[in-house]
């Protein structure tokens, strides 16, 4: 059991180093973003949606087709990936990177290590579901397109996908100020609640 844990441990650590070499050019990129998503400062969260709110009134006002819509995209990562390596240094000055910088880097990394780790397994725990009970596989898959296809119905597809962006990037400063955790735990008590008094009635 330990030379498992070990095997994993090493090759987590060398799939980490692996990421750190290849986002090395956009190491101050990263820091920074990180730094606005985990809240460091009290008016990051509005700076965030406010960012994406004018991000997607312009895309509301512009109205572009999906195939505009998915040129102009990429052609913007394919800018930024070269641009951000190059001007980067610059703008922040490699000289400033310390070694609590660097540690942080390296955490980053290593959690979007283990999260694409958390995708996978979970893309392989649904293969071997339908593999081993291919009813309920096909009863879970087909319920849950339902029910999104119903959400994407009801709410206009733009506006969701708004509320799905801030989401996700209000996600790290929720979870990194306890908020998740605070309403978390509200919300395991309330269910408590009522099963104790559900467990009452019956008797």
Same mark, same amino acid.
């Given at each position: 059991?330990? !030379?498992? !844990?070990?095997?994993?441990? $090493?090759?987590?650590?060398?799939?980490?180093?692996?990421?750190?070499?290849? @986002?090395?050019?956009?190491?101050?990129?990263?820091?920074?973003? !990180?730094?606005?998503?985990?809240?460091?400062?009290?008016?990051?969260?509005?700076? *965030? =949606?406010?960012?994406?709110?004018?991000?997607?009134?312009?895309?509301?006002?512009?109205?572009?087709?999906? +195939?505009?819509?998915?040129?102009?995209?990429? =052609?913007?990562?394919?800018?930024?990936?070269?641009?951000?390596?190059?001007?980067?240094?610059?703008?922040?000055?490699?000289?400033?990177?310390?070694?609590?910088?660097?540690?942080?880097?390296?955490?980053?990394?290593?959690?979007?290590? /283990?999260?694409?780790?958390?995708?996978?397994?979970?893309?392989?725990? @649904?293969?071997?579901?339908?593999?081993?009970?291919? #009813? =309920?596989?096909?009863?879970?898959?087909?319920?849950?397109?339902?029910?999104?296809?119903?959400?994407?119905?009801?709410?206009? $597809?733009?506006?969701?996908?708004?509320?799905?962006?801030?989401? *996700? @990037?209000?996600?790290?400063?929720?979870?990194?100020?306890?908020?998740?955790?605070?309403?978390?735990?509200?919300? /395991?008590?309330?269910?408590?609640? +009522?099963? #104790?008094?559900?467990?009452? #009635?019956?008797?």
């Amino acid at each position: 059991m330990a !030379d498992g !844990d070990n095997k994993s441990a $090493n090759i987590l650590a060398q799939e980490t180093a692996q990421l750190e070499e290849q @986002l090395q050019g956009w190491g101050e990129v990263i820091l920074a973003g !990180d730094r606005v998503v985990r809240w460091e400062k009290p008016w990051f969260p509005g700076a *965030l =949606m406010a960012a994406t709110t004018v991000l997607f009134l312009l895309i509301y006002y512009l109205d572009p087709s999906v +195939l505009t819509g998915l040129s102009c995209a990429v =052609m913007l990562l394919c800018l930024a990936d070269y641009l951000v390596p190059t001007l980067a240094p610059r703008v922040f000055g490699s000289n400033k990177w310390t070694t609590e910088q660097q540690q942080r880097f390296h955490e980053i990394c290593g959690n979007l290590v /283990k999260t694409q780790r958390r995708i996978v397994g979970w893309w392989k725990r @649904l293969c071997a579901l339908k593999e081993e009970k291919p #009813k =309920m596989y096909f009863a879970s898959v087909i319920g849950s397109l339902l029910v999104v296809a119903w959400i994407g119905q009801q709410v206009h $597809n733009l506006f969701l996908t708004y509320l799905i962006v801030n989401f *996700l @990037l209000l996600l790290p400063g929720l979870n990194q100020h306890g908020v998740i955790t605070k309403y978390a735990s509200m919300a /395991k008590r309330e269910i408590n609640k +009522l099963l #104790k008094q559900k467990e009452k #009635k019956n008797e």
